[in-house]
C-alpha cells in the first residue's frame, strides 16, 4: 500500500529519514485508514529496537506520509548469514527481536507480519541492532484509536505467507492475539538456525500458495535438528555459514532448541508460549544450561502416559505409601507431645529473659557518651554483637543459636551475607536434632541460611537449606500451617530466581493453596503467597494472571492491615506494574499515587522504596500524556537514589539511561545528555565498557550530542565508546532537574 523513499531532513537537524507515504491510485478509505493506524502505532511506541517515527503529515495533493529513522541495515537472515554468526550470537539478537515485539504488545500493537525483511540489522561499533518496521497491517489490542482505524475483511489474507499462523492461514480473524506474534517469531527463528521454513516458500512453483496454507493449518513442522540432517548437501553450505558442520549443529539444535521452537509452532495458540517473554525467557534459560519451560511439558506427559499404561499398581503403591506415612506420623505425634509439654514453658521464659538481657546490653553499648560521643551505624551495632557473642553464653547453647539466628538474619537483610552464612551455620550446629522449639529454632535458621546462599548465587544450596526447614515445619508436632506456607513460598522465589519456573509455579500455588485452605481469604500470609505467586507469574510470562494475583493481594491487605502501611504500598506498586504491562496505563498511574502516598506516610524521606515508587509513577504520567510531570517525578526518584545508593549500582544505572531517553524526546537536550551520560558512566564504572547491550543507549548519547552541536565530543564517544564522568555541577538548564518540580501526587 505504501512506496518508502530516502530522503534527506535538512532543517532543524540535517540527517538521512526514511519518508513512507501511499501510493498513487492506493488511497482508498480502507488504505489511508490502515496507513494512519500504522503511523498512530509507531508513535505509541518507544523501543531502541523498534523504528522511531520523526513527523508526519499529508502531501500538497492530500496523501499522507510520515517520516522514520533511516535503517540502513539488512534483514535479519541476510545479516546473520553475511557476517557467519554462530548459533549463540544468533540467539542473541533474536532475543533483543523479542524484546521490541513484547514492547509492542505491551502498548496494545500486534504487528502481523513479523519476516526477515522487516527486521532489519546494522552493527554500529561492535554492537548489532534491530530494528522492527512495517507495522502496516497491525492489529490493536487496547487503544481505541488503533481499532477505529482499520480492519481486517473475513475471507483476506493478511501477512506473508511462509511466515502465517495456523489462524491467520484460515483467512479469519478469530484467535488474533499476540500470540500469533510468537508463532512468527518461531518461524524466523526455524530459519535463522536452519536457514529453513518449517514449510516452504510461497515462491516456490512446486509448492502452491493454497497447499503452503493447508501445511501451515493442518501439518506439523518436522524438528530442525531432523530436517537439517535430512537435507544432504545443502546442509554442508547451510552449517558453514553458521561457523559449523552439519552434525555439530544437529547436535545444538537437539532437544531445547528443537523444544523451543516447536512450543513455538503449536497449533493451537493456548500450547504455545502464553507470551513473547515466555518465548524469551525460555531462550535464556537454554543459554545459561537451565531445564526449559517446552522440555518440562513434555517429561510430564510422559509420566501420565506411565500412570496410565500401569494406574492399578501405581494406586496400590501409592496408598500403601500414604497409610505408612499416616502410621508412623501418629506415632511420631503421641510420643513428642508427653517429651514437649513436660517443661517447655519455664524453659521458654527463661530463654526469652537471657536474650533480652543479652540485646539490652548491647544496644546500652551504643549510647554515644559510652561510644566516645559517636553514635553507632547498624552494621557496627550487629559487628559488635557478633564479637561478644564467641566470648559470652559458651555454656548456654538454646540461647546462643537464638542470638546468632537474630543476628544472622540481621546480617542478610543489611546485605552482609557472607558475615551472616557462619553465624547461621553455628546456629543450626547448636540446634542439631532437638525437638519442639529447637528444630522450630533450626528451621528458621535454616531460612535465613538458604537467603545467604541465594545472595551469593549458590541456589543449590539454598534450595537444599530450605527444603529441610519445610520438611522440619511439617514433622514438628502442632499446627505449623502458617510456617510451611511462607516457607513454600520463599522457595517459590528461590525456584523463580534461578529460572526454573516449573517448579516455581508448582510451589507458588502450593503455598497459596495450603495457607487459604487453612486461613481463608482473610490472612496476611496469603496475601504474601499470592504475591509472591504473582512474581513468578510476571517472570514466566501469564502477565493477566499474575495482575489478578498482585490485585487479590492487595485487596486482602487493604482489608487486614490499617492505612498507611508499607506492606500496602508495595502490593499497590506491584499492582500498578501488572496494569502498565497490560496497557492499562490511566488505572496503572492511578494504583502508583496511592503507592507514593504510603511510601511517603510511612518511610523515612529518603527511603529507597519511595524512589522506585517516584519512578514508576513518573514512567506512567509522561506515557499518559503529563510529561512534563512525568520527568520532574524521575528526576526526583533519581536524585533521591543517588543520595542512598551512589551512581554506582545496575539499578541507577539503567534509571538514568531510561530518563535521559525519555527527555531525548522533548526539547529538553541538555538534560537528556546529562542523564544518559550520567548512566552510561555508572555502568562503565561498574562494568567495564559500556558498548554490548548497552551500545543503543550509547548510539542515542551520540545521537543527542549532535543536535545539540556538540559534533567533537560525539565523534570521540562513537569511536570509543566511552564516556567520561558527568559534570557534578549538571547541566545547564532551561528546566533542569534541580529546578525541575515533580507533580502533585494528589
Known amino acids: 500500500m505504501g512506496v518508502v523513499y530516502l530522503a534527506e531532513q535538512t532543517e532543524p537537524i540535517r540527517r538521512q529519514v526514511a519518508v513512507k507515504l501511499i501510493k498513487v491510485g492506493m488511497d482508498t478509505h480502507e488504505v489511508v485508514a490502515r496507513f494512519r493506524m500504522e503511523r498512530q502505532a509507531l508513535a505509541l511506541m518507544s523501543h531502541p529496537y523498534i523504528a522511531t517515527v520523526i513527523d508526519a503529515g499529508s502531501t500538497v495533493r492530500g496523501r499522507p506520509f510520515f517520516v522514520m529513522e533511516y535503517v540502513p541495515g539488512d534483514p535479519i537472515t541476510e545479516f546473520c548469514d553475511a557476517q557467519g554468526l554462530d548459533t549463540a550470537a544468533r540467539l542473541d539478537l533474536f532475543l533483543r527481536v523479542c524484546d521490541g515485539v513484547q514492547h509492542a504488545h505491551q502498548k496494545g ?39 477505529q482505524a482499520a480492519s481486517t475483511r473475513a475471507g483476506m489474507l493478511i501477512g506473508t505467507p511462509e511466515y502465517l499462523s495456523p489462524e491467520q492461514a484460515s483467512l479469519t480473524e478469530a484467535g488474533v492475539d499476540t500470540r500469533t506474534d510468537v508463532y512468527a517469531l518461531g518461524v524466523l527463528l526455524y530459519e535463522l538456525l536452519t536457514g529453513l521454513l518449517p514449510f516452504g516458500r510461497s515462491s516456490d512453483p ?96 510422559a509420566a501420565r502416559l506411565f500412570v496410565r499404561r500401569h494406574r492399578y499398581g501405581v494406586t496400590v503403591f501409592a496408598a500403601s505409601i500414604v497409610a505408612l506415612a499416616m502410621v508412623a506420623f501418629v506415632l511420631a505425634v503421641q510420643a513428642r507431645r508427653i517429651a514437649l509439654e513436660r517443661d517447655t514453658a519455664s524453659r521458654e521464659a527463661a530463654t526469652s529473659k537471657r536474650v533480652a538481657e543479652f540485646l539490652v546490653g548491647l544496644f546500652e553499648d551504643t549510647n554515644p557518651h559510652r561510644a566516645r560521643n559517636r553514635e553507632k551505624s547498624a552494621v557496627e551495632i550487629v559487628d559488635q554483637g557478633a564479637d561478644r557473642i564467641r566470648t559470652e553464653l559458651s555454656g548456654e547453647s538454646r540461647i546462643r543459636a537464638e542470638i546468632l539466628l537474630s543476628i544472622g538474619t540481621v546480617y542478610v537483610n543489611l546485605g552482609r551475607a557472607e558475615r551472616a552464612e557462619s553465624l547461621l551455620k553455628e546456629a543450626i550446629s547448636l540446634s542439631g536434632t532437638g525437638e519442639g522449639e529447637i528444630s522450630l529454632l ?42 510451611t506456607g511462607l516457607a513454600l513460598a ?16 508448582r510451589t507458588g500455588r502450593e503455598a497459596d493453596r495450603i495457607l487459604t485452605e487453612r486461613f481463608g481469604e482473610r490472612h496476611t500470609a496469603v496475601a504474601t503467597a499470592r504475591y509472591v505467586l504473582g512474581q513468578v507469574l510476571r517472570m514466566e510470562g501469564s502477565v493477566p494472571e499474575a495482575t489478578e494475583m498482585h490485585r487479590q493481594s492487595l485487596e486482602i491487605l487493604l482489608r487486614e492491615l490499617k492505612r498507611p502501611s508499607p506492606e500496602i504500598a508495595t502490593a499497590f506498586h506491584e499492582y500498578a506494574n501488572g496494569l502498565s504491562m497490560l496497557g492499562r496505563h490511566k488505572e496503572a498511574e492511578a494504583q502508583m499515587r496511592e503507592a507514593v502516598r504510603d511510601c511517603e506516610a510511612t518511610l523515612p524521606p529518603d527511603h529507597y522504596n519511595t524512589a522506585a515508587a517516584y519512578q514508576t509513577l513518573g514512567q506512567e504520567m509522561a506515557f499518559n500524556g503529563d510529561v512534563d510531570g512525568g520527568i520532574g517525578m524521575m528526576i526526583r526518584s533519581m536524585e533521591m537514589e543517588e543520595r542512598l545508593t551512589g551512581p554506582n549500582t545496575f539499578s541507577f544505572a539503567t534509571g538514568a539511561i531510561d530518563l535521559g531517553s525519555r527527555l531525548a524526546t522533548t526539547p529538553r537536550l541538555e538534560e537528556s545528555a546529562f542523564w544518559l551520560r550520567k548512566g552510561l558512566a555508572s555502568l562503565q564504572r561498574e562494568f567495564g565498557n559500556v558498548g554490548g547491550h548497552a551500545g543503543e543507549a550509547v548510539a542515542l548519547y551520540v545521537k543527542v550530542l549532535r543536535q545539540l552541536g556538540r559534533g567533537t565530543e560525539a565523534d570521540q564517544v562513537q569511536r570509543s565508546r566511552s564516556v567520561p564522568d558527568p559534570d557534578p555541577a549538571g547541566p545547564v538548564l532551561t528546566g533542569g532537574s534541580s529546578q525541575t518540580q515533580p507533580a502533585s501526587v494528589n
Open 206 to 301: 512446486e509448492t502452491p500458495l493454497d497447499e503452503i496454507l493447508r501445511r501451515i493449518r493442518l501439518g506439523d513442522p518436522a524438528k530442525p535438528s531432523t530436517r537439517l540432517l535430512a537435507l544432504g548437501a545443502e546442509a554442508e553450505t547451510l552449517a558453514a555459514s553458521r561457523r559449523t558442520n552439519p552434525p555439530a549443529l544437529a547436535r545444538r539444535l537437539r532437544r531445547d532448541l528443537d523444544w523451543i521452537i516447536l512450543r513455538a509452532l503449536e497449533k493451537n495458540p493456548s500450547q504455545r508460549y502464553g507470551s513473547v517473554s515466555a518465548l524469551a525467557s525460555d531462550i535464556r534459560r537454554h543459554l545459561h544450561s537451565h531445564p526449559v519451560e517446552a522440555r518440562t511439558g513434555a517429561r510430564g506427559y
Open 490 to 505: 520463599q522457595l517459590a522465589e528461590l525456584y523463580a530466581d534461578s529460572a526454573q519456573m516449573q517448579e516455581a509455579l
Open 109 to 147: 500493537v500486534i504487528h502481523r507480519d513479523l519476516k526477515p525483511s522487516n527486521i532489519l540489522v546494522q552493527r554500529l561499533e561492535n554492537d548489532l541492532v534491530p530494528k522492527i518496521i512495517d507495522f502496516g497491517i497491525a492489529k490493536s489490542t487496547g487503544h481505541q484509536i488503533l481499532q
Open 442 to 483: 533450626k528451621a528458621r535458621a535454616l531460612e535465613s541460611l538458604a537467603l545467604a546462599d541465594k545472595h551469593q548465587n549458590r541456589f543449590s544450596d539454598a534450595y537444599q537449606s530450605q527444603l529441610e526447614a519445610i520438611a522440619i515445619y511439617r514433622r514438628t508436632p502442632g499446627d505449623h500451617t502458617l510456617e
